[in-house]
């Protein structure tokens, strides 16, 4: 069973107080994986991305094992840069808040030397470094490591890449045989898997896969503001897309895109908060029903939709922040179609274009000078949509509809799309050359032995 929870580890009340004052409720998965056998000693090896919290997972038991009152360096923790050893520092600072008195150094290169000298004189419980640092300390006898009772590679890709092996294993010579290791890493390739074999007996093995790649590619723009309505067409027919969704952060931009889209010989549908409930319902029913391929819509208002299929998302504002971007990106590449995401940015998106291409790092920037427009692509929609005065209420039910236009007016199933039933009304998507004979003729027959008003949307 993975262990979710802080408390189903065998730490001390103080311990999970603190990390509870900490904010840390819950443990991330690699954390799950890695501390019940960590705390229980076991030499491991840990593999998850990045961001997936490492840190505190290997931070823990160094600190659980800590005894205060025993003033020798008991933890070393190896990390490739400065930066990353601070950090870790400051985690380890953290953890060890509800413990008086534990000192902890770090040792990195590209600092005096002398002052860390000195520090080491004085003592420690737990040192980070880099490597290259801590080896210059051992050689002129500045550490003395053979009190350490857990050794700890984060990052151990990254210093391998680094070209640190060699002082990895000298550094290792220095410490006692007869201690717990863990190594952290977001890769594990042959090299690690030799170091590993080298530096750690019966190691526990424990990964968390890498979420799959989502197969939505994304494409930034860099636009000035007045260009992005001209640029929707060509975005549309480069593409060839079919069923395309645009995203704008206010209802006004909305409607004014739709009138600029309409006037381009766009027929597009609109969906935000100012329109009736009613309204919304149709709209979303007309898009996902494919009679209307273009859909422009503010986040509020498509929040909690479900529509599949969407094989072009458009971001012709860049959403306000990281999340609402995942959201609406989202709505393409379903069911593990691949999808295209377009977001137009301006000079004024720039902060939020770089924390986005933070979280997604594969996103393409574009130039709208490789924008071909393809004049010959026509986007419109094979199908229609009619209208039935009748729904739930009125006990109709799909079967009911679709025996009325085969059985009843003689359509075939191929030409019949959708068919969604609501409360008072339904809709069916029709093949649009039999839209004419569709409302004709079901018009003057009966469904489920009524009459309904049939109309065209
Ligand atoms: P990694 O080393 O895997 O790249 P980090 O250790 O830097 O990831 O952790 C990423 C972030 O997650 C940090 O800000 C850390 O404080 C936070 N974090 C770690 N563990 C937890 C947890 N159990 N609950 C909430 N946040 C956590
Ligand atoms: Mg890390």
Redesign the pocket.
């Known amino acids: 069973m993975l262990t979710t929870n802080f408390s189903q580890l065998n730490l001390s009340k103080e311990f999970l107080k603190n990390l509870d004052s900490l904010s840390y409720k819950e443990l991330t998965p690699i954390q799950g994986l890695s501390l019940p056998l960590s705390l229980q000693n076991s030499d491991l090896i840990a593999q998850a991305k990045?961001g997936s919290g490492?840190?505190v997972a290997f931070s823990i038991p160094v600190v659980n094992k800590l005894n205060v009152k025993d003033f020798k360096i008991q933890s070393l923790i190896l990390a490739p840069t400065r930066e990353?050893a601070n950090q870790i520092a400051q985690e380890l600072r953290k953890l060890s808040r509800h413990i008086h008195n534990v000192k902890i150094l770090t040792l990195c290169g590209g600092m005096p030397f002398k002052p860390q000298a000195l520090s080491l004189y004085h003592g420690a419980h737990i040192v980070v470094g880099t490597p290259g640092r801590i080896l210059k300390h051992i050689q002129q006898e500045n550490i003395s490591l053979n009190t350490i009772s857990t050794l700890v590679l984060?990052?151990a890709d990254k210093m391998l890449d680094m070209g640190f092996y060699d002082d990895i294993m000298q550094i290792i010579d220095s410490l006692p045989k007869h201690r717990q290791t863990l190594l952290?890493s977001a890769t594990y390739e042959k090299n690690i898997e030799n170091l590993a074999s080298n530096i750690m007996i019966n190691p526990e093995f424990v990964k968390i896969e890498n979420e799959e790649k989502t197969s939505i590619n994304q494409e930034f723009y860099q636009v000035e503001e007045s260009e992005k309505t001209a640029l929707i067409p060509a975005l549309i027919s480069s593409n060839k897309a079919k069923s395309i969704l645009i995203f704008c952060n206010m209802k006004i931009t909305c409607d004014k895109l739709a009138d600029d889209l309409y006037d381009l010989g766009l027929d597009v549908l609109t969906l935000h908060s100012d329109l009736e409930q009613k309204q919304r319902d149709e709209t979303i029913v007309l898009f996902s029903n494919k009679s209307y391929p273009i859909l422009i819509a503010t986040d509020v208002a498509s929040r909690g939709l479900h529509i599949d299929d969407v094989d072009l998302v458009i971001n012709y504002d860049l959403s306000l922040d990281e999340k609402i971007h995942t959201h609406r990106i989202g709505r393409t590449a379903r069911a593990g179609k691949g999808g295209l995401a377009v977001s137009l940015c301006t000079q004024n998106d720039e902060e939020r274009v770089e924390v986005i291409k933070e979280k997604f790092t594969d996103i393409k920037e574009k130039n709208i000078s490789e924008l071909e427009d393809d004049l010959s692509y026509k986007i419109d929609s094979d199908l229609r949509t009619i209208f039935i005065n009748g729904g739930k209420k009125h006990k109709l039910r799909a079967g009911d509809i679709l025996g009325a236009l085969t059985a009843g007016i003689g359509l075939n199933k191929e030409d019949i799309g959708k068919i969604d039933i609501l409360d008072f009304c339904s809709y069916v998507a029709i093949n649009k050359e039999k839209i004419e004979y569709v409302l004709d003729k079901l018009s003057k027959s009966k469904i489920k032995g009524k009459y309904y008003r049939i109309y065209e949307k």
């Open positions: 990045t490492k840190t990353l984060d990052e952290f």
